[in-house]
């Protein structure tokens, strides 16, 4: 049963286009444990009207993008479809749920024109545009719909893993994971990737994960893949192998500039040719109109003639 959320605060819009916006409140929060452990900072929920048309929104803030991916996984109905919007977005007959940024959007009997997602977006506070984890692009492939969940601490662990325990997961060394279901139901394997910051913690942990009873490990450089309770080992290992770190190197590029282009160098060596030459001539014109004005001045210039000592011919 969902429990009442934190503290109201103005986040959605008083207006979208035609639509009015009505009293609001704090939006329920379907797991108050998991969720506040997501980060979960702020909720609204509110009813928009226009003329005798109306629907329901719900708006949460989390501290990062983690946190409104991770609702989102669990949040969206299990038979939603993805849908192209800004950011993350499922929708079924009922509900439209989308991630964007920090924030988590869930739409009752109304899916939003583009537009009118993009105002409400760009009129909330605090709005984050922090990415968004990559974990799931290593879960083996064709997962049981809507069984992705995201795992950040102890609490979401107990929730949707609960074989593994804190300890072995180890969440001082920053660890976060995806997990997802696969197979039927009634035989399905939970196989969940753990990352660390670093390869040796993964090395570290690997002995914690492997001591899991009736599980199957397996370490891929920062990532440790867990099969929990497999249907049979043959599945297990299947499944295990799709799961491959590959590092991203990322070389720097050479921008091209000015000082690249060869024609460039020339007009520029020209150019200061130029300034020479002027420096040159306006010197000349400096000196020639001192020498001028001492002579006026009574200056006799006999200091400045040339002294020939007449030495050829002499032994």
Same mark, same amino acid.
């Given at each position: 049963?969902?429990?009442?959320?934190?503290?109201?605060?103005?986040?959605?819009?008083?207006?979208?286009?035609?639509?009015?916006?009505?009293?609001?409140?704090?939006?329920? $929060?379907?797991?108050?444990?998991?969720?506040?452990?997501?980060?979960?900072?702020?909720?609204?929920?509110?009813? @928009?009207?226009?003329?005798?048309?109306?629907?329901?929104?719900?708006?949460? *803030?989390?501290?990062? !993008?983690?946190?409104?991916?991770?609702?989102?996984?669990?949040?969206?109905?299990?038979?939603?479809?993805?849908?192209?919007?800004?950011?993350?977005?499922?929708?079924?007959?009922?509900?439209? $749920?989308?991630?964007?940024?920090? @924030?988590?959007?869930?739409?009752?009997?109304?899916?939003?024109?583009?537009?009118?997602?993009?105002?409400?977006?760009?009129?909330?506070?605090? @709005?984050?545009?922090?990415?968004?984890?990559?974990?799931?692009?290593?879960?083996?492939?064709?997962?049981?719909?809507?069984?992705? *969940? @995201?795992?950040?601490?102890?609490?979401?662990?107990?929730?949707?893993?609960?074989?593994?325990?804190?300890?072995?997961?180890?969440?001082?060394?920053?660890?976060? &994971?995806?997990?997802?279901?696969? !197979?039927?139901?009634?035989?399905?394997?939970?196989?969940? $990737?753990?990352?660390?910051?670093?390869?040796?913690?993964?090395?570290?942990?690997?002995?914690?994960?492997?001591?899991?009873?009736?599980?199957?490990?397996? *370490?891929?450089?920062?990532?440790?893949?867990? &099969?929990?309770?497999?249907?049979?080992?043959?599945?297990?290992?299947?499944?295990?192998?799709?799961?491959?770190?590959?590092?991203?190197?990322?070389?720097?590029?050479?921008?091209?500039?000015?000082?690249?282009?060869?024609?460039?160098?020339?007009?520029?060596?020209?150019?200061?040719?130029?300034?020479?030459?002027?420096?040159?001539?306006?010197?000349?014109?400096?000196?020639?109109?001192?020498?001028?004005?001492?002579?006026?001045?009574?200056?006799?210039?006999?200091?400045?003639?040339?002294?020939?000592?007449?030495?050829?011919?002499?032994?």
């Amino acid at each position: 049963m969902a429990l009442p959320a934190l503290a109201i605060a103005a986040m959605l819009p008083d207006t979208i286009g035609d639509w009015k916006k009505g009293p609001a409140t704090p939006a329920a $929060v379907p797991d108050q444990k998991v969720w506040h452990e997501y980060g979960l900072q702020d909720s609204e929920t509110t009813e @928009y009207t226009a003329g005798a048309r109306k629907f329901g929104v719900s708006a949460y *803030r989390f501290a990062d !993008g983690t946190g409104a991916y991770a609702a989102f996984e669990a949040a969206k109905p299990a038979d939603a479809n993805p849908i192209s919007v800004t950011g993350l977005g499922a929708a079924d007959a009922k509900e439209e $749920v989308v991630a964007v940024g920090n @924030y988590l959007f869930i739409f009752n009997a109304y899916q939003p024109k583009p537009e009118e997602l993009n105002h409400i977006v760009g009129t909330v506070p605090e @709005y984050d545009q922090s990415p968004w984890p990559d974990l799931a692009k290593y879960l083996p492939a064709d997962p049981i719909p809507d069984s992705q *969940r @995201y795992i950040t601490g102890p609490d979401s662990l107990a929730k949707f893993a609960p074989s593994i325990s804190p300890s072995t997961a180890a969440f001082h060394f920053n660890a976060e &994971a995806e997990l997802a279901k696969y !197979g039927k139901p009634g035989k399905e394997t939970t196989v969940a $990737v753990f990352s660390y910051p670093t390869m040796e913690m993964a090395r570290d942990r690997l002995a914690h994960f492997q001591a899991i009873p009736k599980a199957m490990v397996k *370490r891929t450089g920062p990532l440790i893949a867990v &099969a929990l309770d497999p249907v049979n080992a043959d599945e297990a290992e299947r499944l295990l192998s799709q799961v491959k770190f590959q590092a991203q190197i990322t070389v720097p590029e050479h921008v091209p500039t000015l000082k690249d282009n060869p024609a460039n160098l020339f007009l520029n060596i020209f150019i200061l040719c130029l300034v020479l030459a002027g420096f040159c001539v306006l010197s000349g014109l400096v000196v020639g109109g001192i020498r001028i004005l001492f002579r006026r001045a009574g200056a006799s210039g006999d200091g400045d003639s040339m002294i020939s000592l007449h030495l050829s011919g002499r032994p």
